[in-house]
């Protein structure tokens, strides 16, 4: 069986964001309150179902992150094929 | 819906009633749903040229050095002994409305692979944009989208950014125009051409996977924008992969390398259907197509679909016959998709199988042979009594005040924060980058030689007289290539209008062809490609007719490029060229008067013949010091930005006997073929000389030095440092 | 004695692999060739190039993915067993995210590309890459990249003060660190930074784009020159021992 | 009073992921048993509390995303300070 899951990345707290910086900046142009914005990148992904937690950990932490400068969260999905 | 209210399946498909029995006519049946579609599309504006073609053929095409005219994907032109040019421009106008990023990118990596698909490898690009005035956060916004796709394809692929041109006006604020150039190297004796040949050559399909992307686009690019548009055609935005481009390109020079192609083609507008009836159409010969064995991005794609797919990144080829393993196997070896995918036959047939049946059977030159049509000419009253505007009673502004403003005017304005987003040095043939007349690259095939390149074009004096405005883009870019020292050897043009049905735009269309096709006859440069863009009309109306002109130079020696700014304190300045001015179209009329009125200058052909011709022979002897075309903004502007340029002040007088009466014609007053240049004393007499015997006309304004710009007229002066000069014309927005 | 020997690695996406072979070979007349990414064989090298471009199309974080390529793997044998190498733009950023240089490159500070000429300040002139510039000399050479922000966490930063693994650091034209002459942002202005040992050079700036008079400027070339010296100094002293 | 949100993008089933693409390709290259990867952005931001579905949703519609080819979720997120 296989798991769908989401990781969601962010910058540290504390790393500047610049393209986050850049998107306020045009968010307030256009007229949009809008304050401490981040951007950050997201991934969805199918891995087999066995022991899922570890290996998307291990797979963040080795590639789809870079630790020195980043933080993830792992969401689970409801299993869907994407076409 | 009912059947009596249903659209005809021609009309869906974008074909009016007599084209469909043209169709019908042609193959002697109804088509089935299929080839309907492949129709429909091969049949549209964007592919077909239906409106402009009969006007195309008036542009003078042949010349010494011209291996292919327009007809191939690119125009190829020799610039050393061996080694040649390929050049092209294109338009991504619609796409970059709907998705300003990816439009732009798209029209980036679309460009590179026409002039991949002649054998040459790209190493330069430009790109000329118009756009809705910055201080509308839409038309920024949409502007900066541009200009990061353009920098995202353009810097990933590898392929510098050498130059190009940014002008806002009101008409481009739904419409704007993206046009993309590019310039490639190949070696004389191995042009390749995507005329197919030799039956039983297998078929190669390279490069990314199909998917459904941009399905339709080209009759998308054939329609006009509106509100609805948006949502409609959602299958019309193509998503570009730089790194698939890259890729595409570096496997394609090596398989053409092998030895073993006989043609190739990108897959761009119409897909599959376009490549593979062209490649048929021109080599007179006929391809069976298995579409099973088409790479495919999605499950459940019909064939309609994978035939008109404008996915990305993907060449056809013919490969003969037993030597298809070299050619895959150097695609495969950059990790992309290369599979045989038909092949050539004798009989001038499209038979095209999907799972061994046959789905589609055509002659191909019935894709390519789209009917033309003429629509009655007719200038717009109103336009003419725009052109007769009586301008002689114009209030006269503070001069200096006008200057700054003129400075900072969007259009005029430094493009610096543009294009540092470029890389502009990348292959390490960038002698001279953006930022001056022309860009100057070095040939390392061919030292000391080098090339020139500049685009070029003003809508706004189109607008006002097509005629002019075609002439006088072909004037500017020539001038520009003159300036920096080179010999213009050919153009190509991009032709920008609204929606040809309408005999205004027919009048516009007719008048900027003739203009183009007099100046490059009179000039002895001919046009070996070129694009056209229809229908660029929102509800807010039409974009100013803009024709875009990109001029390729030769520069004997690179060495000796001349520079834009003035260089030594002392040095003579001299304008030199036409005397003829007009306020007629021109950017201070705008700027400081808020009207586009007027009637431009039209150029003086012979004189700009001569006048290019004195340029670069000055530029060989030395003579020169700097040298910089006049064009937006006029006198006043050229001497300011060759102050800033240079980081020199100037002194000059204006006379009213050679510059004339109304001091802000003689400032601001715009025509063609007019150039400041600076020569160091001791060399004023031999490039006097030289002019005299041209007879083409200077007039001797002033001193470089200090750290001001003074220019005194008749009854004034205009005094401002070369620091204010400076933050004025960095004033970005 | 034999001479050093260049490898210049090429990446799918690599945009100036052509460009560092043409001044390693053409201008300056080395013994320099091009290296697959697939290859795990380095032997015969003496240094290798990690060019600049967009490796792997730099999809997931520049140069994410060709620091898990089989060249990589064998860059980090070569590189402890001493052999030189060199990272320019996209290479510096393969270098770091392979954990062989510390930190990461950011996006800039204002997120947009950035291709201009900028000045660097010397750091060190005792290192192999280094060894034909003068102690604190400004020299000016080109930048083109989007990711040019130097971060590191401030433990990380003070060691490689405390180090001086700091080799290039953007100043103006005087030589002082100021803001606008930063022009991605790079905390203490890194522009290049070297690993303990003092073999591996990772830099932003392309001294390939400034080897040559008629590009507009030279004095990117001493760094080549000074590897080539240093590698040929090496190869004596070891004859010497040898013989 | 302010709220946090977040939201994801996605470009559309069928449109091409090159990122996800090449991402898949690296995550095999490591080993890692993974398919059908999607790469998409992720913003944070604090807007207004009052109307802010509404907001959230027009600010996406215009600015954060390209709806022609891009899906988005919005999430509420507990109020956290970024420093
Ligand atoms: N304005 C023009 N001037 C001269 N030639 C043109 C012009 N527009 C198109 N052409 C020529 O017509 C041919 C078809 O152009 P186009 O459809 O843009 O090529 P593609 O198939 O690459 O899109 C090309 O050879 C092009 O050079
Ligand atoms: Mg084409």
Chains 1, 4 share one sequence.
Not at chain 2, 6 to 27: K, S
Not at chain 2, 380 to 409: H, I, K, M, N
Not at chain 2, 645 to 652: D, E, K, L
Request: proline share 6%; charged share 25%.
């Amino acid at each position: 069986m296989n798991k769908r899951v989401r990781v969601v990345v962010f910058l540290k707290p504390g790393v500047l964001d610049a393209q986050g910086q850049a998107v306020e900046t045009g968010l307030r142009a256009l007229g949009f309150e809008a304050s401490e914005v981040r951007v950050g990148k997201a991934f969805e992904l199918t891995v087999p179902e066995e022991g899922w937690r570890e290996r998307v950990r291990e797979l963040c932490e080795r590639f789809l992150t870079n630790p020195l400068i980043e933080d993830y969260e792992v969401f689970e999905r409801e299993e869907v094929c994407v076409p | 819906m009912t059947a009596a209210t249903r659209r005809p399946d021609w009309e869906a498909v974008g074909l009016r009633r007599e084209e469909y029995e043209r169709v019908c006519g042609l193959l002697g049946r109804e088509p089935n749903p299929t080839e309907l579609r492949m129709f429909g599309v091969m049949w549209s504006e964007h592919c077909a040229y239906k409106h402009s073609r009969p006007y195309l053929r008036r542009l003078p095409t042949a010349g010494p050095g011209v291996l292919r005219g327009p007809g191939e994907n690119a125009g190829v032109v020799e610039v050393a002994p061996g080694l040649a040019a390929a050049l092209k421009v294109e338009s991504h106008n619609h796409p970059s409305a709907v998705d300003p990023f990816h439009g732009a990118a798209t029209g980036v990596g679309g460009i590179l692979r026409d002039v991949l698909s002649m054998g040459a490898r790209p190493v330069a690009l430009l790109d000329s944009l118009r756009f809705g005035p910055p201080d509308d956060p839409q038309s920024r916004r949409l502007r900066d989208g541009v200009v990061a796709g353009i920098s995202h394809y353009g810097n990933s692929v590898g392929v510098p950014v050498v130059g190009g041109e940014v002008l806002y006006e009101d008409c481009y604020r739904a419409n704007p125009l993206v046009n993309v150039a590019c310039v490639g190297l190949l070696p004389s004796s191995r042009v390749f051409t995507s005329a197919a040949a030799g039956p039983g050559n297998p078929v190669v399909y390279a490069g990314a996977r199909t998917g459904r992307d941009g399905i339709g686009g080209a009759s998308f690019a054939s329609e006009e924008l509106d509100e609805g548009s948006a949502e409609a055609d959602r299958g019309a935005v193509q998503i570009g992969d730089p790194f698939a481009g890259k890729l595409l390109i570096e496997a394609t020079l090596e398989a053409l390398d092998t030895g073993a192609v006989v043609a190739l083609q990108d897959m761009g507008a119409a897909g599959l259907t376009c490549a593979a009836a062209e490649m048929s159409a021109r080599g007179g010969v006929g391809m069976v197509l298995h579409l099973d064995r088409v790479p495919r991005r999605e499950r459940g794609m019909t064939p309609t679909e994978v035939l008109l797919s404008e996915s990305q990144e993907r060449m056809l080829l013919v490969v003969q016959r037993g030597r298809e393993e070299e050619v895959l196997k150097a695609y495969r070896r950059w990790g992309l998709r290369a599979e045989v995918v038909g092949e050539v036959v004798a009989e001038p047939v499209l038979r095209v199988y999907d799972a061994g049946q046959l789905v589609v059977e055509l002659p191909p030159s019935a894709l390519t042979q789209a009917p033309t049509y003429r629509v009655p000419e007719q200038e717009p009253e109103a336009r003419r009594a725009l052109r007769d505007a009586d301008l002689s009673g114009l209030p006269q502004p503070d001069l200096t005040e006008a200057l700054l403003r003129v400075l900072r005017s969007p259009s005029v304005v430094g493009k610096r924060p543009i294009y540092t987003q470029y890389d502009h040095m990348v292959q390490l043939r960038t002698v001279v980058g953006p930022g001056a007349d022309a860009a100057v690259l070095r040939l390392v095939e061919a030292p000391p030689r080098g090339i020139a390149v500049s685009v070029d074009g003003n809508g706004r004096i189109a607008y006002l007289d097509p005629w002019a405005g075609g002439a006088g883009a072909v004037c500017e870019a020539t001038l520009n290539v003159a300036c920096v020292g080179a010999r213009p050897v050919a153009v190509t043009d991009g032709l920008n209008l609204g929606n040809p049905e309408r005999p205004e735009v027919a009048w516009e269309l007719a008048g900027v062809v003739d203009g183009i096709a007099d100046a490059c006859r009179v000039l002895g440069v001919p046009v070996v490609g070129g694009n056209v863009s229809l229908y660029n009309e929102s509800e807010r109306g039409a974009v100013y007719p803009t024709p875009v002109v990109v001029c390729l130079g030769v520069l004997e020696d690179v060495g000796c490029a001349v520079p834009t700014g003035f260089q030594k304190a002392g040095d003579l300045v001299v304008v030199v060229g036409s005397g003829q001015v007009s306020l007629g179209g021109s950017e201070y009329l705008r700027v400081a008067h808020g009207r586009v009125a007027g009637c431009p200058v039209r150029a003086d052909l012979e004189l700009h013949r001569r006048l290019v011709d004195v340029l670069v022979r000055a530029a060989q002897q030395g003579l020169l010091r700097s040298a910089h075309d006049l064009s937006e903004g006029g006198l006043a502007v050229a001497l300011a930005e060759a102050c800033v340029a240079g980081g020199v002040g100037a002194r000059c007088q204006l006379s009213p006997e050679l510059f004339g009466r109304r001091t802000d014609v003689a400032l601001f007053g715009e025509g063609p073929s007019r150039v400041v240049v600076s020569v160091a004393p001791e060399r004023y007499e031999a490039f006097a000389e030289l002019c005299a015997r041209s007879r083409v006309p200077i007039r001797l304004a002033g001193r470089v030095g200090g750290t001001d710009l003074r220019v005194q007229l008749a009854e004034a002066e205009v005094v401002v440092p070369v620091e204010d000069l400076r933050s004025a014309w960095e004033a970005y927005r | 004695m034999r001479d050093p020997r260049f490898a210049v690695v090429v990446f799918p996406g690599s945009n100036c692999d052509r460009d560092c072979l043409h001044v390693l070979r053409d201008v300056l007349g080395y013994a320099a060739q091009f290296v697959w990414h697939e290859t795990e064989d380095l032997s015969g090298f003496d240094a290798v190039l990690l060019p600049g471009g967009f490796s792997y199309g730099d999809y997931l974080r520049p140069g994410a993915v060709a620091a898990t390529s089989p060249v990589v793997r064998a860059v980090r044998r070569f590189a402890s067993l001493g052999g030189l190498v060199l990272g320019v733009c996209n290479g510096f950023q393969v270098l770091t995210e392979a954990g062989l240089l510390p930190g990461a490159l950011l996006r800039n500070r204002t997120p947009t590309f950035r291709c201009e000429w900028v000045h660097l300040r010397v750091e060190r002139t005792d290192t192999p890459f280094t060894g034909l510039y003068a102690p604190g000399e400004v020299v000016r050479m080109p930048i083109a990249h989007g990711d040019g922000r130097y971060h590191a966490p401030r433990e990380v930063l003070e060691e490689l003060e405390r180090q001086r693994q700091v080799v290039f650091r953007y100043v103006d034209a005087q030589g002082r660190t100021t803001l606008d002459a930063n022009p991605n942002g790079s905390v203490h202005h890194i522009a290049g930074v070297v690993n303990a040992a003092g073999n591996v050079l990772g830099l932003m700036p392309h001294p390939e784009r400034c080897s040559e008079e008629v590009l507009g400027g030279q004095d990117g070339r001493r760094l080549f020159e000074s590897m080539h010296r240093w590698l040929r100094e090496r190869a004596a002293v070891a004859a010497g021992r040898s013989g």
